[in-house]
């Protein structure tokens, strides 16, 4: 069975840092692009950041360059988002994704996703 679990939200104070994980299991994690996603209550899902297999294919949102960053482990199946100095405006649930190898900025900008895990919520707040 495909499955894809977040793990590592919380709540941080405003210039902390978190770590997400994605944990892929079902599926060989490198045959994918992957991605997180991120939406606050009541707004439409925002990509946040895509890679493929190769860090050139790499999308991040205006909102997070600069302060987060997308890695994979293929080896372990995992995904990761570190994310360091967070704002209020970061709060939101987050989720990673798969998608297809051929487009990055596609599967970040568009949504044009195959699998989303169930979300992790990650608060800013002091």
């Known amino acids: 069975q495909l499955r894809l679990v977040e793990s590592g939200g919380g709540l941080v104070q405003p210039g902390g840092s978190l770590r997400l994980s994605c944990a892929a299991s079902?599926?060989?994690?490198?045959?994918?692009?992957i991605g997180w996603f991120r939406q606050v209550s009541g707004k439409e899902h925002e990509g946040v950041s895509c890679v493929g297999n190769s860090a050139d294919e790499t999308y991040y949102a205006d909102s997070v360059k600069g302060r987060f960053t997308i890695t994979r482990d293929n080896a372990k199946n995992t995904m990761y988002l570190q994310m360091n100095s967070l704002k209020p405006e970061d709060t939101a649930v987050y989720y990673c994704?798969?998608?297809?190898?051929?487009?990055?900025?596609?599967?970040?900008?568009?949504?044009?996703?195959?699998?989303w895990g169930q979300g992790t919520q990650v608060t800013v707040s002091s």
């Open positions: 079902g599926f060989t994690l490198e045959t994918y692009a």
């Open positions: 994704a798969i998608g297809a190898l051929t487009n990055i900025r596609a599967m970040c900008v568009l949504k044009a996703t195959h699998y």
